[in-house]
């Protein structure tokens, strides 16, 4: 099955520096790599996702790349602010194959130093 | 999201007792997760199901059983058999058209302690 991995485990950037996470998948037919965010207490949400069609793509302050020869997927946070203090976890999936289902790597916690 | 609860927020079982988690959507989505929380291990899937009436073995199912007699609805139980059951429960659901077919939606979770 797939395995992800995610690093670093927990991460800490001056407010208004970039933030990057990286995760690594073993499962070549992986073709879905969402970022999910959750904010203490609260249930994970999605705030970006990449199919292996695409290389990068961006929304606003933050963006995931894709290397599908490595197996590699990044997020970057850029201008970080105090809100984006969370803990963020990829996932890979394989879409569209039946039985669809996500598998998340371990999460990093992000702190934003005001 | 607002359209899946989850009930109890928090839940206290003795060991050795069977409990059931709930979990029910009115998002009119076909697929439904439970996934176990724990510190440092991120998300781990336990059960799934694409469709009312049928459901997968996920990751770390020993221990654990579910049921998708209707498709708002998946309680996940927590046997007896559950080496480490304390932990976060979190179930969400996946739409099955549109844009945001793949996207997972996840409930408020349910925080169970046995001791």
């Known amino acids: 099955g797939e395995n992800v991995e995610q690093h670093p485990s927990t991460l800490s950037v001056q407010e208004g520096d970039s933030a990057v996470i990286k995760c690594t998948y073993s499962?070549?037919?992986?073709?879905?790599f969402p970022w999910y965010k959750q904010e203490l207490g609260k249930r994970p949400q999605l705030i970006i996702d990449?199919?292996?069609?695409?290389g990068e793509k961006k929304d606003q302050r933050i963006a995931v790349t894709l290397n599908k020869t490595a197996k590699h997927f990044s997020l970057h946070i850029t201008e970080t602010q105090p809100e984006d203090s969370a803990v963020y976890f990829c996932?890979?999936?394989?879409?569209?194959?039946?039985?669809?289902?996500?598998?998340f790597g371990t999460g990093t916690r992000l702190t934003i130093i005001p | 999201d607002g359209g899946i609860t989850q009930s109890p927020k928090y839940l206290f079982r003795k060991e050795g007792q069977n409990v059931t988690l709930s979990c029910e959507q009115n998002?009119?989505?076909?697929?439904m997760y439970w996934y176990r929380q724990d510190p440092g291990q991120g998300l781990r899937l336990i059960y799934y199901?694409?469709?009312?009436?049928?459901?997968q073995k996920g990751d770390i199912a020993e221990g654990y059983s579910v049921s998708r007699e209707k498709k708002e609805s998946f309680p996940l139980t927590v046997t007896s058999a559950q080496k480490n059951p304390t932990a976060f429960y979190l179930c969400?659901?996946?739409?099955?058209?549109?844009?945001?077919?793949?996207?997972?939606?996840f409930g408020p979770g349910t925080r169970l302690t046995v001791t």
């Open positions: 969400a659901t996946r739409g099955s058209r549109g844009r945001g077919r793949h996207e997972q939606y």
């Open positions: 499962d070549s037919a992986s073709n879905y």
């Open positions: 990449i199919r292996s069609n695409v």
């Open positions: 996932a890979a999936s394989r879409e569209n194959f039946g039985n669809e289902k996500l598998t």
């Open positions: 998002l009119n989505h076909d697929a």
């Open positions: 199901s694409q469709i009312v009436n049928d459901f």
